[in-house]
């Protein structure tokens, strides 16, 4: 490596704040320099697989499911057209940035730091009277570059206003945004409500005890699983010899690269190695119990880190249920209440349009249950055909915008339909009473048959005649 080059490494090192040992460039941060003073850097919480799978379960989990873009109207709601600003929730936020890459790495900051900021870059647009500022893309500020200032004094024009002071990495420029500017996300862990505190903190103990586990197994992987053991002789030595013979045991006897191989010991010596084992102290019983301790802080249930220990087919299923009910509601509820404030004018609330994620996809089955829901739902009238295949990735069917019942069920209003005739029912059919005027004295009922015509009363006058 040139001078130039070590220049440059040296450089680089110092401005990451944590250099590493490469190329000759040794610094008061390096590892190498800290372990020959006896010192070990601290370890970073997602160097620990419990807490690293938390924050991948719970980013993953929000970043998959996408946002959509409603309006309430007359009608129901119903999926608004999209505008410039909702495509950039749905389609693209920033020209480096997918919505799921986007989402994932910002509820990755919430957790991991307590809190998230979203820049929002709004640009004013001219209109014939007056205008509009428009936003025009998103930017994810670093958690840990964020400062939160309080406005007592009215030094940035406005007495008790809250600020966001940021720090590029990269430059050192300090930026200023009001709340107008910027979408806060926290933890639930929050005891002013302005910041969240991050589970690290919280269970900083836990989070440095399961580390120092994983540590020791380390150790043992590198030593090649052999335990430490004691070397007895009759005599005296002096130091010089006790470390010679202490390093020759070593270099034979330690180490991976010695396993399976013998080991000299000088007559008149005993080698007695110390049995620890790792059931007697309950070790994995401890890592299991450290790792489900800080998945509960989390939200995240057993299963989710890999734990079936107590968990069955059917017992999954509403763990997943449980986790997004016990956990997720909140985050989601959170994350639509601040975009809808902050990403919405007056006029669109007022309009009745809003955001919100499709938790549905967090329920997604198999195929055979999925046809069955739709099919279901086509056969009670509660959605359209179309509307159907539309979830199945399938074209729009002629004539199938519209809602189909089954002929057996009616409104509460028309029960008793199906024993009508001709539209009327069984009472109506049967023939009326004739009114009292039409009815002959002797309340026989007139009809066509026995109706009385002019050849019977001719009949009858003859009769009379003839019995004079």
Avoid at 262 to 291: C, N, R, W
Avoid at 446 to 459: G, H, R
Wanted: net charge negative; charged share 25%; glycine share 8%.
């Amino acid at each position: 490596m040139n001078p130039f080059q070590r220049l440059a490494s040296r450089f680089v090192n110092w401005w990451r704040g944590a250099p590493e040992d490469s190329g000759g460039v040794r610094t008061l941060n390096s590892t190498s320099f800290l372990e020959s003073l006896g010192l070990r850097r601290r370890r970073k919480p997602t160097s620990e697989v419990t807490y690293f799978t938390c924050l991948k379960m719970l980013s993953e989990t929000l970043a998959k499911m996408p946002i959509k873009y409603y309006q309430r109207t007359d009608k129901g709601i119903v999926e608004a057209e999209q505008t410039e600003t909702s495509k950039l929730l749905t389609k693209r936020p920033n020209p480096f940035m997918t919505p799921t890459v986007f989402w994932n790495t910002v509820e990755m900051n919430r957790n991991h730091y307590g809190n998230a900021y979203v820049y929002m870059r709004k640009k004013f647009i001219r209109q014939r009277y007056g205008g509009e500022f428009r936003i025009i893309d998103l930017w994810v500020m670093q958690s840990n570059c964020v400062q939160i200032v309080v406005d007592d004094a009215g030094i940035f024009a406005g007495v008790g206003r809250l600020w966001y002071v940021y720090t590029d990495p990269t430059s050192g420029r300090q930026y200023v945004f009001s709340t107008d500017e910027v979408m806060h996300f926290k933890t639930s862990f929050s005891f002013d409500g302005i910041t969240g505190l991050p589970v690290q903190q919280i269970l900083k103990d836990t989070v440095s005890g399961a580390s120092a586990s994983q540590d020791f197994m380390n150790k043992m992987y590198e030593s090649g699983l052999t335990a430490k053991a004691t070397l007895e002789y009759t005599g005296e030595l002096n130091e010089g010899a006790k470390e010679a013979l202490r390093q020759s045991f070593e270099e034979f006897g330690s180490g991976a690269k010695n396993v399976g191989k013998i080991l000299p010991v000088p007559l008149g010596m005993k080698l007695t190695p110390l049995d620890i084992k790792l059931t007697d102290s309950q070790f994995f019983e401890l890592k299991k119990y450290t790792a489900l301790q800080i998945a509960a802080a989390f939200g995240v249930k057993p299963n989710q880190i890999n734990d079936y220990s107590k968990s069955s087919y059917a017992n999954s299923e509403l763990q997943q249920l449980s986790f997004y009910v016990d956990t997720e509601l909140f985050i989601i509820k959170q994350y639509e209440e601040e975009i809808n404030y902050k990403m919405t004018t007056e006029e669109e609330q007022d309009s009745g349009f809003y955001y919100k994620y499709n938790e549905k996809v967090l329920f997604r089955t198999d195929s055979k249950t999925q046809m069955s829901y739709l099919k279901e739902g086509v056969g009670g009238s509660i959605i359209k055909p179309n509307e159907a295949r539309r979830k199945l990735d399938m074209p729009d069917a002629e004539g199938g915008d519209e809602l189909f019942a089954n002929g057996n069920i009616v409104p509460l209003t028309m029960a008793g339909a199906a024993y009508q005739k001709g539209g009327q029912t069984e009472e109506e059919t049967a023939e009326p009473e004739q009114p009292e005027e039409n009815e002959p004295e002797t309340g026989q009922q007139v009809t066509e048959e026995n109706e009385p015509d002019e050849t019977d009363e001719a009949e009858d006058g003859e009769t009379e005649e003839g019995g004079e």
